[in-house]
Every structure is written in C-alpha cells, then in structure tokens.
C-alpha cells in the first residue's frame, strides 16, 4: 500500500529556509507513470500548488512561489524534497506531499495531474 | 493563470438530501477537472477526475459533470461521512490551480 510521510522542523525562523522531505513507501518514486508533487495550506484557508517533478528532475513551478523554491529527489532513498527560501509568516500552512498520476515526455503529457494520493500533511510555523 | 471560483461557499444539506456543488474556470480546463473532499484535521481526498472519473473506492452516490469552463459535483445522497469542504482543481494548465472550496454542513 503506498504511503508518503512528510518530515521536517515545525517551525522556522523568519527570512530562514524550509526544508521537508516526503518519504515514498509502498512504490517506486522512479515509477515511470507519476510525478510528485507538493501543496499547502495556511490556517483555515485553501489549497495552494506548490510544485511537481518528475523522477528525472523534471519540475513545474509555482510562478508565485518560483524564486524561492526548490524540489528535489532522491532516488537511493526513494525520496522528494522541497527547500522555500527566505519564508516569512505567509508560508506558515500545513504542507502536504502527493502522488500525481501524470508525466510529460518532450511532446505530450500522460495521465492526469490531479493528487491521488496524499501524505498526512506536516505543519510549518514562520515564527 | 486560471482562476477556479466554487460556489456556493457554504451549503447546508440534511442526511439523505442531493448536494450539488459548482466550479467555474476562468478559461476552458477541457476536462482536466478533479474534485477533493477534505475533512477537519485530515488530507484531502481525491474524489473524481477528468470531470467525471470516480477514484478507486469512492461510492457512486458521487458525481461529476460539464466541460471547458462550468463544472458540478452532485452527491445524490448525503451521507454523515460527506460533510466537510469540498474543493476543485484544474490540471490543464500550469500552474495548478484549486478553486476556494464549498464547506458542506448539516443543515
């Protein structure tokens, strides 16, 4: 049974970078039909799409989030990661890591990028 | 980007009533249209995809319909375990964009 488990410091500095790590259990996060991805959600608010990428390093951006964020994976541990640089208090959320049944090759996309299945979220204080 | 809108932002539904539920897009999403359910305390979960596609396990008591920029999710009877907030996506475009959710209550 897949699962993902979000890890990480609950509160950070402000101006500080944070840093979580989700760790795929279950499947392969080199599966060749899924993208990872990585959302949040500030206190008593919405959803907020963060990023996705592909095992191969390929990545989608939040234009809002671009310059401060970074994903990363690490096959070896079957491992994704996400750094946001220079955080102030609008980035304190719940951020949640997920399975995303899509791919695209340099021609057309597969699948379909919607989360299917989700960690249970960890939350991040800026404070 | 595009910009989903839910409406309404609360609906109030006695166990055993319909609840529909819209979305609307700010340009055509075609039908890369997914719809979560989100309890307190909990993830969401993935309900329907590509408009009308039920994920595994959930009951066909859910629904999905419409195209390009108008979406409804129909629960045909409600049960204890559906109330909650209620939250559509597009994934036709980057970035990926959620609407504000419909907080579903009992009325």
């Known amino acids: 049974q897949l699962q993902l488990l979000e890890s990480g410091p609950g509160l950070v500095r402000p101006s500080e970078t944070l840093s979580l790590t989700c760790t795929v259990s279950?499947?392969?996060?080199?599966?060749?039909?899924?993208?990872w991805g990585w959302i949040r959600q500030p206190p008593g608010k919405g959803l907020e799409w963060i990023a996705t990428m592909y095992y191969t390093e390929t990545t989608n951006y939040n234009p809002s989030l671009k310059s401060r964020v970074t994903i990363s994976v690490d096959t070896s541990k079957n491992q994704f990661s996400l750094n946001l640089k220079s955080v102030s208090a609008a980035d304190t959320a719940v951020y949640y890591c997920?399975?995303?049944?899509?791919?695209?090759?340099?021609?057309?996309?597969?699948?379909?990028?919607?989360?299917?299945?989700w960690g249970q979220g960890t939350t991040v204080t800026v404070s | 980007e595009i910009v989903m809108t839910q409406s309404p932002g609360t609906l109030s539904v006695s166990p055993g009533e319909r609840a529909t539920l819209s979305c609307r897009a700010s340009q055509s999403v075609s039908t890369n249209l997914a719809w979560y359910h989100q309890k307190p305390g909990q993830a969401p979960r993935l309900l329907i995809y590509?408009?009308?596609t039920r994920a595994t396990g959930i009951p066909a008591r859910f629904s999905g319909s419409g195209s390009e920029t108008e979406f409804t999710l129909t629960i045909s009877s409600l049960q204890s375990e559906d109330f909650g907030v209620y939250y559509c996506q597009q994934y036709n475009k980057w970035p990926l964009t959620f609407g504000g959710g419909t907080k579903v209550e009992i009325k």
């Open positions: 279950g499947d392969s996060i080199t599966s060749s039909s899924f993208s």
């Open positions: 590509f408009v009308s």
């Open positions: 997920g399975r995303q049944p899509g791919h695209c090759s340099s021609t057309t996309c597969f699948g379909y990028y919607a989360v299917d299945v």
